[in-house]
């Protein structure tokens, strides 16, 4: 449905009826942000119990922080030129989920306990609950390895900035008061 959006949006643009620029975030994570691959991590670390994540948790991947995202993308200077071509998010570099999950326990001065789901137990699940069940579609997105090149979008907007793993996992932490 995505992709059908933009579509329609790019031929728009292409037909001169609207000037767009398509922006594009890799996953996302943030305090009190739950439909992301790393909400049940936060979770389980505030309740001392396993975190359920998907995986696999050993693929490189980029996320951005979305309390650095949306105040950062409201005070652009001045608005991107539109060009149609999409630009990605400013993030901070790439990590495996293992290691974020890692360190968000250590942080929290716990054991890491994970569960991790692959791929036959997500269709299981999805039997019963529709949001793992269109994840099964999207398993790709986990076992396709993330990472964003900013370039193109700093060239529209100038530099962004880019908050950290270590800074965005404190801010959850503090979020669920378990620093």
């Known amino acids: 449905m995505r992709k059908e959006q933009e579509e329609v949006l790019m031929e728009a643009h ?20 739950e439909a992301s691959f790393f909400g049940g991590l936060f979770s389980a670390i505030r309740s001392g119990k ?14 951005v922080y979305v309390p650095m995202w949306v105040p950062s993308s409201s005070s652009w200077p001045k608005p991107p030129r539109p060009t149609g071509a999409p630009g990605t998010s400013a993030v ?12 968000a326990f250590a942080k929290a001065g ?23 069940r269109e994840l099964v579609e999207m398993h790709y997105l986990i076992t396709t390895p993330v ?33």
Not at 52 to 61: E, F, L, N, W
Not at 116 to 125: G, P, S, Y
Not at 155 to 177: N, V
């Open 50 to 63: 396993r975190a359920q994540m998907i995986g696999p948790i050993d693929v490189p991947h980029e996320y």
């Open 110 to 132: 716990q054991k890491p306990r994970l569960l991790v789901a692959n791929k036959f137990m997500l269709r299981l699940m999805g039997l019963f609950n529709p949001f793992l």
């Open 147 to 179: 990472v964003v090149d900013d370039r193109a979008l700093e060239s529209l907007i100038g530099p962004l900035k880019k908050t950290s793993y270590d800074e965005g996992i404190d801010a959850c932490l503090r979020a669920i008061e378990v620093t």
């Open 14 to 33: 292409r037909s001169g009826r609207i000037q767009a620029t398509l922006l594009r975030l890799p996953d996302f994570y943030g305090p009190r942000v």
């Open 92 to 103: 901070p570099g790439t990590i495996i989920p293992r290691a974020f999950a890692q360190r």
